[in-house]
């Protein structure tokens, strides 16, 4: 099994969800984070004060599968969630050595 | 940048209006200082009332409480979070700008002395000749300032409820013409028609206690214009763009229902029986038409919400605005029930027509109003206000016809200006923010500010000062 | 579905209500056409006073303020984020509820024609007779509605402020059950024995200028009651069930703190002495008591809360109320001072106790209001209000022994008259939600909404409209 | 532990002095008992005006709400979320405190039998003789607790002001002490220099209609010196110490706008046309400080920021309420175009010169309340108000004189009169939290409380009651 | 050495923790996610229009652990996070190769 | 390529970005995240109840780099982001099997 993780543009998780589930995709753990990267930050104003804010906000989506799938769901979300421009976001996939199915102890590749 | 030149030039303008007006109109007051000791010494006819005057100088500051923080807060709240102060910020600003405007040549416009009906003249201009005692066509029993900054209010608030209707879209410098523009072409001949002396409307007998043409048709109608004209948010219909802060809504919503006191009851010009009684209706009307929707809602959905319930207070406030100072309080319950039912009726044949007025603006205040100028044709009665007629219910049915012409004057009027201001403007400066800055949201794009920094704020920014 | 079913009668029951009364009695006022032209040609002797018109009115929409959003903000701060809209809207219909309710049947029942000295009777009902001139029982200067809808806002704070006892766990359906039978069961008859003309303890000469017995004791006590019949909210005493948005709850206190003196001094229905003494008076106890309550609890944990302080400001609002026509300002700060260590107190002896009053209604408004209305046994005196009484600190012990009747007889109407209710509505259609509704938090399973969307929408939501 | 004993003895203190003055003065009041009566029988000369009365008891409640929850929102959202409950509090509790100080002391220092032109004398303390019935020299036509407690609410304001300059890092135990002695050695004489009956500054003719030195130039002032004495907060200059919640301070603001005219248009001390007119100023002028600071920034930087409107709105309320019952609508629109310029350039320098005045309270009460005391210097007439006197502009050249007078005395007593109390303090107790409690934030280290669990209790929590 | 992911549901959370203390477990993670999985969301009203929302809060625990202690805590947290509903979630046991306590410099186990 | 994770004091993030930034690393990923450890909680009072928290707020800082990089980067946070008290956090490394850039569709280390 594999964990892949992708950081996206949060306008795109919809495209990425609808997908991910169009190709058997039954489950994923998304949640917000902040990327530092390529694409700039903004500026904000506060009475004297500039800020560079340079944190944007992103948002990274989860999902383990078995090893067969994983290069059909990197591909399916790369595709998924580019727009063409800068910041657009990455995919990392990690190995995964187990999986349990919390409600029924069930494990591996049936919990997911 | 483009910006910064744009606005110096609006800067420039600005101050120049100021200067000239201001300091011109500093020294043309001062002049007819023989005039002013008049204050000093009133003529013995028209006295100020202390209470009358102590109820309208309230009631200003509870309809300026309406626009800022009340709307300010119930449109924030109902907005996504990247938007939630730009939206705020257009209330706050027209606060602001028509507070201004109205001093200068607004009243004048609305309340001045009548050119045909159609208008009032430039005589009051700078507020020239407005003074601190009572203009017995507007209140005998106030100082004339004390009416004109009541109706300031108004004039406020009024294109502040259009601002609904294309929420997180517009672009700053081209929504602050358009309300300039807005209020100078539109709102004051329209008040003037309504409530100035001479005003053909008025001259007809169309009733209106506190604005449901005037306000209410008036905003609902440029609105539909407005959100025909802008076209949909990007993601509408497919994105959920739901409300980032109910909270702040129905908080906006009850300051609304608070500050409305003093819109209707403060209409009376004088605190009396028709005050109570314009306090009393509005009350009634506003709780039935949150029942109404509520209920509505229930049954066709199978869940009460907190914001149906809001804006079904909303919704009858607007209905019963029109009417507050002639009807009973057994027809404000029949007003509000119906208005709650109709705007949530509305509000759910606007999703099927598919135009994207975001915060409902002609469903709340276009069919509201519609509804509650037609109402006072029904159940207006001369027991509550000899001053002002009786509708159908009452034998005349004459009264509803009137009603009908004030409230397609007032349509016609309003989605044809509004269509035709949007129009220049588009044309000239562009209204909608770009597609970037649509996406980043208007707190970034048009102010650099973001309205929350709930948490770890080490995570969201970085550099000095 | 079955909510669906439910609601649609609870709809149809509604509008049954409304238009029977409401159509009806359109007409029914229509009738006596002849009586009402009086507005227009008053008799001689009750003249309205402009000035006690203003206040009385600003008064009102001061107390509406209290409710909501005073209310609704302190008690949805108070509450886990799940619930914050559930919270601001029981606060927000009962507003609605008690307006209609109260011109319906409401108010006759309270002040209406005395039925042995226990309730009003029904000849006022649908506000028959109730006009818009004064009516020298309750208000020689201002118009008979005007007090009519003062006294409407109180009715409508009262069940508002039990709700802190229920809060996160009652169904809305058999809220709104509640709600209505509380008002009319238990509200009604108590403001008629300590306010209506011949109420039994009016007669008695019991004291309460603004709402001791009728508004916090009623309430505070029938908090207990509902406290312990509803049990307690899953994960009491075991997970952290504490305040989500405390910026929310101090707004609300300083919002009520606000409203108070609408409360309060516009209890004087006239703007002179005795409002401003009750004005003073309230401000100075509410001082001391934010101040006690913070210093006890600096002294006992070693740190001042700003809930606490916060609390301590409702605690002393409560305890003045009674006595805020009575005392003077050295005595408000006893009274407060004394309240907020007293409060303060009570919550910390509940946690021992161990039922699960939520929101401290107990501890805040029981305690508080009992020992208000005792205190004004001790307070009162003739000097600040000649129409009041003189209590044991000014020679007269019996005042102590009238108010302790009332205490206990509101104690009694108050606790036994909201088991039965919810003992009755309990059988009839449940009073708490499922435990899985109670996880999942009231706004979601009540409303179907969540109060905040404040980052990254995309994340919270999918779908279109 | 230290905090809780040395807090015992803060609450020691407290009761001690609440139960001699409170008990002591309840038998004083007592005693005079014939007194009193006249409150019932009045003499006939000064009549309570019930309009002037209601307008009075609205206008105090009015800026009460400028504090609580104005200024605490206006503040609060400002401040980083780790300190939002720590710097609400601090308006909060001020309220407590010296509405408290104000009846006991306070109003007997400033308004008391004068003596030598300095200060109040001790005669009114505990409200010895401040009874309901009217003094003539503060206002012929209400009751003289009703001057004292709308007084008592600009005694209230005043030092929550200040709070801005040192948020974010001061000790909340040091604070109260610094509160009291501030209120009771500069606030109180610095009233009686120029509104206290003769006072020196109001002998020699300065005018200063509702507190542009009394209020917002000793604030202003003492925040300087306050922000010198504390320092920087840890991080400035290299963290984003930016505000956590911009709707809470636009809230704040438009709250602070609808209460300022209780504070401008109240102090007319009657409801007629001369509150009118300052109603009329007050608005229109913070409509123009709003956009003249909104252009100056866009014009500046490129955008107009929300933040920027709202603070402009405050400067121009502040520099409008020394000149607020003096001026003119169209003078009123320079000194509020000016204003907003201004304070939106101070608080630019200040960014250069370094001191971390974390609010602003230097750039927008100190230069604010300093431009509109001139300006009423410039712009004063006596056809607005002709108990008040000429400015420059109407012929009187020595009116500037006599307000710069008066602005360098209040100058020198606010910022020697604050440098002194707060180095005693420090002194004393220390001022500042630790450099840990500073990271951790005030709410948790000087309340132990949070502000926000807005999501995810869970997370944030574990263990019961 | 092997990081836990579990996924759980947020009221859970207590439950966890103190299972996890119970068998020595000093030290943890936590943050807010949103999952999408076999469980419903469910639909949120206002005004005119109707949305379904399918990503549920749920609560993310990491606990890096010694490879002889992850059978332990997987199993100790499985059985603390059941409700035997749907929606319980899921444990992922990760490999992790190095781990530093940066107070102290301190490498690997002795990290933890 | 590895994943470096740090759990670090908030007020910390700037020096680290900045340390990061000075060693060439030029992308991100940064959370908010709760931390249960050694370093003690603190009490809430709210009217007669007492709470103890004892999850603290940590940010989590998330780099993958090359696997040449990785002792550089451990290093450099390492000592950004101590204090030497309590509480300071961790860092841990995990093994990243390939990366995808989504706005180009480059691949593994070109990705990053
Ligand atoms: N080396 C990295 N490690 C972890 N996250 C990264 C890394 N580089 C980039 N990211 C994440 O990817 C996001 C997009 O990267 P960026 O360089 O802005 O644009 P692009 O994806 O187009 O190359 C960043 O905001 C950050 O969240
Ligand atoms: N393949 C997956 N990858 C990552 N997270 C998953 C995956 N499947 C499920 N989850 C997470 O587990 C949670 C519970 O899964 P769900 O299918 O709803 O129920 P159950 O755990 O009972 O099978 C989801 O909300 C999601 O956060
Ligand atoms: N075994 C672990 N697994 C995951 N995170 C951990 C673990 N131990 C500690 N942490 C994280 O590191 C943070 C700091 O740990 P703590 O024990 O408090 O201090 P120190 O880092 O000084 O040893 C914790 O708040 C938690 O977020």
């Known amino acids: 099994m594999k964990k892949i993780e992708a950081i996206i543009k949060p306008f795109k998780l919809d495209d990425v969800k609808e997908a991910l589930t169009g190709i058997g995709v039954i489950g994923m753990t998304v949640s917000e984070v902040r990327g530092f990267g390529r694409q700039k930050g903004h500026t904000e104003l506060y009475r004297g004060g500039e800020y560079t804010v340079d944190f944007l906000p992103k948002i990274k989506v989860e999902v383990v599968t078995p090893d067969n799938l994983v290069s059909k769901v990197v591909e399916v979300m790369a595709s998924a969630a580019k727009t063409g421009n800068i910041g657009d976001g990455k995919i990392f996939v990690h190995p995964v050595e187990s999986a349990v199915r919390i409600r029924t102890g069930e494990r591996d590749e049936a919990a997911l | ?465």
């Not at chain 2, 309205?451 to 995570?459: D, F, P, V």
């Open chain 2, 1 to 465: 940048m483009t910006t910064t030149r744009r606005s110096t030039i609006a800067l420039a303008i600005f101050f120049l209006v100021l200067s000239i007006s201001g300091s011109a109109l500093v020294w043309a007051e001062q002049a007819p200082a023989p005039a002013a000791p008049a204050a000093a010494a009133p003529a013995p006819p028209p006295k100020i009332d202390s209470g009358d005057t102590a109820w309208l100088l309230t009631s200003s500051a509870l309809v300026l409480l309406m626009t800022a923080p009340g709307l300010a807060l119930f449109y924030g709240g109902m907005v996504r979070s990247k938007n939630a102060l730009g939206t705020i910020m257009q209330s706050f600003i027209i606060l602001a700008l028509i507070s201004v405007q109205w001093v200068l040549w607004g009243y004048s416009l609305a309340f001045g002395p009548d050119k045909g009906g159609i208008v009032g003249g430039l005589e009051w201009i700078g507020l020239q000749g407005v003074g601190l005692q009572p203009n017995p066509d507007y209140g005998a029993t106030v100082p004339h300032q004390a009416y004109m900054v009541f109706q300031l209010m108004f004039a406020v608030i009024t294109p502040a409820l259009i601002t609904g209707a294309f929420a997180e879209r517009m672009k700053f410098s081209s929504f602050i013409v358009f309300t300039l523009a807005w209020a100078t072409f539109i709102y004051d001949p329209l008040a003037h028609w309504v409530w100035g002396t001479g005003g053909w409307l008025k001259n007809r007998g169309a009733l209106d206690f506190a604005g449901g043409t005037v306000v209410h048709i008036s905003s609902g109608v440029s609105a539909l214009a407005a959100a025909l004209i802008m076209g949909k948010r990007k993601g509408y219909g497919h994105e959920p763009l739901r409300p980032h802060n109910l909270p702040l809504t129905v908080t906006g919503a009850a300051l609304l229902w608070f500050g409305w006191f003093g819109f209707n009851a403060g209409s009376a010009i004088s605190a009396g029986a028709l005050a109570t009684s314009a306090f009393v209706v509005t009350n009634t009307a506003t709780a039935a038409a949150a029942l109404g929707w509520m209920f509505s809602e229930w049954a066709a959905r199978g869940k009460p919400t907190v914001l149906g319930a809001a804006s079904g207070a909303v919704a009858g406030l607007v209905a019963i605005t029109p009417a507050s100072g002639y009807v009973t309080p057994m027809a404000s319950i029949v007003i509000g029930a119906v208005a709650g039912f109709l705007c949530y009726t509305a509000c759910n044949v606007k999703t099927k027509l598919g135009y994207d007025d975001s915060l409902d603006v002609v469903g709340v205040h276009g069919v509201g109003g519609t509804w509650g100028a037609l109402a006072t044709g029904f159940f207006a009665t001369k027991t509550i206000n000899p001053d002002g007629g009786d509708g159908l219910l009452y034998g005349n049915p004459g009264q509803v016809g009137i009603q009908i012409v004030a409230i397609v004057a007032s349509w016609v009027l309003a989605f044809v200006g509004t269509t035709i201001i949007l129009k220049i403007i588009d044309a000239v400066m562009g209204l909608r923010v770009s597609a970037d800055e649509e996406m980043a949201g208007l707190d970034l794009s048009q102010h650099s500010e973001t309205a929350y920094a709930l948490e770890g704020q080490a995570t969201v920014g970085s550099g000095g000062r």
